[in-house]
């Protein structure tokens, strides 16, 4: 029994309520991102955000809503193409839910290393499409998904498709993975370091970690999202770092290599 039961349907959920939790849970950080008080927690200063980052906060929005439309488009056709109206879904048992969450983050880590990789390495690719992410040298959580729309489609919605699929999760077990993919990425990007934050203090790969991609120093290293940080350690691309107090306030993740 979920909440939505019997209003709308689990693949009408799957597709939208990320979207919406998205722009919730974003727009909660955005609001609280420039509060006096959080400023201890901050891991770039207000100044560096200003004077680095390359795009204008409405033309980031206006990216995240065109890849948000065809993350829909895509999340519709799949749903339509898996599941069959005639069949009563029945679901399996927690502990398979679990597995089948497991298997769906390994295989959308995997997924986004090797393309989000290759879309450093080969310099047309990062030129003309990965770059507009990099725009964000300071992130914050509402560009956590603002991309150039090749880059959506390839790297976030057919990684999420994918991962969908091979899992074998039926629509309802969508709903809460894809959420918990968006809640994950949005934290990833929000620019703060907070006391008690159950992402950064349970994952490796979190704000600090990706904090570092961001860098100049750390373009070319952890290059893993959303959930762990695997592929990074296997294959020599993980960048440790000290995470330090500055003195005029906030964190800053200080790479440990040149």
Known sequence: MVPWE???????MGTFAPIVLYWVYAGGYQLILHRRPLERYRLHTRAEEEEKNLVSLPAVVRGVLLQQLVQAIVAMILFMVTSDSSVTVVQPPIVVQIFQFLIAMLVMDSWQYFVHRYMHQNKFLYRHIHSQHHRLIVPYAIGALYNHPLEGLLLDTLGG????????????TAVFFFCFAVLKTVDDHCGLWLPYNIFQNLFQ??????????????TKYNYSQPFFSIWDIILGTHMPYNLVSRKEGGFEARPLRD
């Not at 498709?161 to 309802?172: D, K, N």
Request: hydrophobic share 30%; net charge negative; proline share 3%.
């Open 161 to 172: 498709a994918i991962s969908f699929l091979v899992s074998g999760m039926t629509p309802r």
């Open 6 to 12: 019997g209003c709308v349907s689990d693949e009408t």
């Open 205 to 218: 790969n979190n704000t600090a970690y990706h904090d570092i991609h961001h860098q100049l120093q750390g």
